[in-house]
């Protein structure tokens, strides 16, 4: 079955700490993106990337960066510079970066620091 | 700048009807709309263009008013399924003029749709 996985569900960080939060594609989508979701917000873009090895910043690319060496994967780094990075993180990718199509969203990662 | 939901929360019986609206300050190219249950990721249900063309959800409806920069979405004769919170995410042409870009998502609406 074509989708996007995001691993591990639940991660637990102590605070200082890097940690790298996965998303993988097996529906041939050339665009990808990251978005942090906090309770009772609507979805924030962190990083969006529209063909492999490039990638542009989104509204919060504070504190956190990314890769996209192959199509399939657009792994996110939540660095210790991000001063709050408890939230539910949310992967999607679309068929490319045209605005028409929509986005197909992972399960999410819910991110908490100790 | 995000759009701006209203109203922030509807609660209905089942078989009642609820609109939900999407406003923007930029001029829009497209209108999307997602819907979330609690923990889970947002499922797609509509694209809205400028120009009219629609794709969409089959029991759900939806407008979209270019002048005013709005968007509606119309759920008739709601079910329990229905419940969760709806988002819209707009999107502008960027500065040269083609349709790439980034999607910015509204605060949300949360629909509870009781027996």
């Known amino acids: 079955d074509g989708g996007i996985t995001q691993s591990p569900k639940y991660l637990f960080r102590k605070e200082g700490q890097n940690v790298t939060l996965s998303c993988e594609q097996n529906?041939?989508?050339?665009?990808m993106y990251w978005y942090r979701q906090d309770p009772g917000q609507g979805l924030r873009l962190i990083y969006y990337?529209?063909?492999?090895?490039?990638?542009q910043k989104g509204d919060i690319a504070e504190g956190y960066s990314v890769s996209r060496e192959k199509k399939e994967s657009f792994p996110l780094t939540v660095t210790s510079a991000q001063k709050n990075p408890t939230a539910f993180y949310l992967c999607a990718s679309s068929i490319d970066g045209q605005s028409y199509l929509e986005q197909f969203f992972g399960p999410g990662t819910r991110l908490t620091v100790l | 700048q995000q759009p701006v939901q209203s109203p922030q929360a509807v609660i209905l019986r089942e078989g009642e009807d609820a609109v939900i609206n999407c406003s923007s300050s930029k001029a829009l190219y497209s209108v999307h709309w997602y819907r979330q249950k609690h923990g889970e990721a947002p499922v797609f249900l509509m694209i809205?263009?400028?120009?009219?063309e629609q794709k969409g959800h089959e029991k759900i409806s939806a407008s979209f008013n270019e002048k005013k920069q709005q968007s509606s979405l119309y759920l008739t004769a709601s079910q329990l399924s229905y419940s969760g919170t709806y988002f819209c995410?707009?999107?502008?042409?960027?500065?040269?003029?083609?349709?790439?870009?980034?999607?910015?998502f509204g605060q949300g609406t949360i629909l509870t749709v009781h027996p």
């Open positions: 995410g707009t999107h502008s042409l960027n500065a040269g003029g083609t349709s790439y870009g980034k999607l910015t």
């Open positions: 809205l263009l400028k120009g009219g």
């Open positions: 990337s529209q063909i492999v090895n490039d990638f």
């Open positions: 529906l041939n989508h050339d665009a």
